[in-house]
């Protein structure tokens, strides 16, 4: 299941749905800059700015991990943003998740959409149970998307001296 997320690209409705490492030079470096834009890096446990190599090497180590997947995801010839899969645990039918809209060219709605494709390949293709997120407690427009799709706060907790919340979604 896993091999074949990484190895195919698929659909979503009319959004194609692209695994990191099947992306070509010019989309890896269009997500590097998204990930390196300061309204994404404000929401991210590390808000270091990351280097072409740094960035091409973390793409390279995903071929060989099964508890992470990341997704670039695509409307035609508009990028809308990208989806991740973290700790995912098969047998105990659980992963954490994350998002980011691309900012450079954020529409409305955008944070709906990719929440439904978290939704759709969690459910369709992980078969997962229970998903789980982390958000910084400060990140109001993420908390109420997720609040919106039926996720419950769990646990509160600190990373760095920040407030993160802790959520979950039995599917």
């Given at each position: ?9 698929f659909?979503?409705?009319?959004y194609?749905?692209?695994?990191f490492?099947?992306t070509t030079?010019?989309?890896?470096t269009l997500?590097l800059?998204w990930?390196?834009?300061e309204?994404?890096?404000k929401?991210m446990?590390?808000k ?11 793409i390279?180590s995903?071929r060989?991990?099964?508890?992470k997947?990341c ?10 943003g990208v ?12 992963a ?20 439904e494709?978290?939704?759709y390949?969690?459910?369709d293709k ?7 997120l982390y958000?910084f407690s400060n ?11 039926g ?14 919340f802790?959520?979950e979604?039995?599917?």
């Amino acid at each position: 299941m896993i091999k074949e997320l990484k190895e195919n690209n698929f659909f979503y409705n009319e959004y194609e749905i692209i695994n990191f490492i099947n992306t070509t030079e010019n989309e890896k470096t269009l997500i590097l800059q998204w990930r390196n834009n300061e309204n994404v890096r404000k929401w991210m446990v590390n808000k270091d700015i990351i280097s072409l190599d740094e960035h091409c090497k973390y793409i390279e180590s995903l071929r060989h991990n099964d508890k992470k997947l990341c997704f670039l995801i695509k409307n035609n010839h508009n990028y809308l943003g990208v989806v991740e899969f973290d700790l995912i645990d098969l047998k105990n039918n659980s992963a954490y998740f994350g998002l980011s809209a691309n900012m450079d060219n954020k529409r409305p709605g955008v944070g709906t959409v990719l929440q439904e494709i978290c939704l759709y390949i969690s459910k369709d293709k992980l078969k997962i149970k229970n998903l789980l997120l982390y958000v910084f407690s400060n990140n109001k427009n993420a908390i109420s998307l997720y609040e919106k799709f039926g996720f419950k706060t769990i646990k509160e907790d600190f990373i760095y001296n920040e407030k993160i919340f802790f959520m979950e979604k039995i599917l």
